[in-house]
């Protein structure tokens, strides 16, 4: 076999072809997509572009907190159990520092539905959640993400905010997004440029900040009671 181009998306698939080439690739030219940062430095002897999707924690919380101004407390929901997780927990420890001084950080680290169930009458309302990490189930297994999203909203009386199109319709508030869709189209317009003959590496990449747009869900916004005159300019509800 022989390909002329490969498109990886997420951490781990990008780790493996950038620390443990299969022989296969080694010399095809790489586009990634879903990754949470690209690393200065990294090269593959076939080159390499793509998309970050570095999520926008920082103007997910900022606008969190303006949306909600008497907010004392921000439960950052996290876990290190995926490749992903543990990327995710140093963005949001990055993220919060300015943040600190202004409102009461928590990270809750590797929950399950039980331990969820225990807090939910310990937040106070004015108190808002990050999530970036994946939640287990009472069985120990992490569910689909809708149905963690779903448990979630169900059970806790506070706004959520996330940083992902895939949470967006399912009870979070949104945040400034990470949209799968506009990752698999940058990605794939990236990989048509090589296709037509141009080198991975003359392509630049992608930064998140060009890439990741506000988006809200209208039923969480009515049900915070805030108004679409208080969301970014260019927001999708």
């Known amino acids: 076999y022989s390909f002329d181009a490969v498109i990886v998306s997420d951490d781990a698939a990008f780790q493996l072809v950038t620390t443990e080439t299969p022989e296969l690739l080694k010399n095809v030219p790489i586009i990634f997509g879903g990754v949470d940062s690209f690393p200065e430095g990294i090269e593959h002897p076939g080159g390499i572009t793509g998309v970050e999707d570095e999520p926008s924690i920082k103007e997910t919380l900022e606008i969190a907190l303006k949306l909600h101004p008497n907010t004392r407390e921000i439960i950052i929901l996290t876990d290190s159990v995926t490749v992903s997780g543990k990327i995710l927990r140093e963005h949001a420890e990055q993220a919060v520092k300015q943040l600190a001084s202004q ?135």
């Open 103 to 237: 409102t009461k950080i928590t990270y809750w680290e590797n929950v399950n539905y039980d331990i969820i169930e225990q807090h939910k009458n310990d937040v106070y309302d004015e108190t808002v959640l990050l999530w970036i990490g994946m939640v287990k189930n009472k069985n120990g297994i992490i569910p689909d993400f809708r149905e963690q999203i779903t448990f979630l909203s169900n059970t806790l009386p506070i706004p959520i905010y996330s940083c992902w199109s895939h949470s967006i319709g399912y009870g979070f508030v949104g945040g400034k997004i990470v949209d799968s869709a506009t990752q698999g189209r940058i990605a794939a317009e990236l990989a048509l440029q090589v296709l037509d003959g141009k080198k991975p590496n003359t392509l630049a990449i992608v930064k998140a900040k060009n890439a990741n747009k506000y988006q809200f869900d209208y039923n969480q916004l009515k049900r915070f009671g805030i108004k679409k005159s208080q969301l970014p300019k260019d927001s999708t509800i």
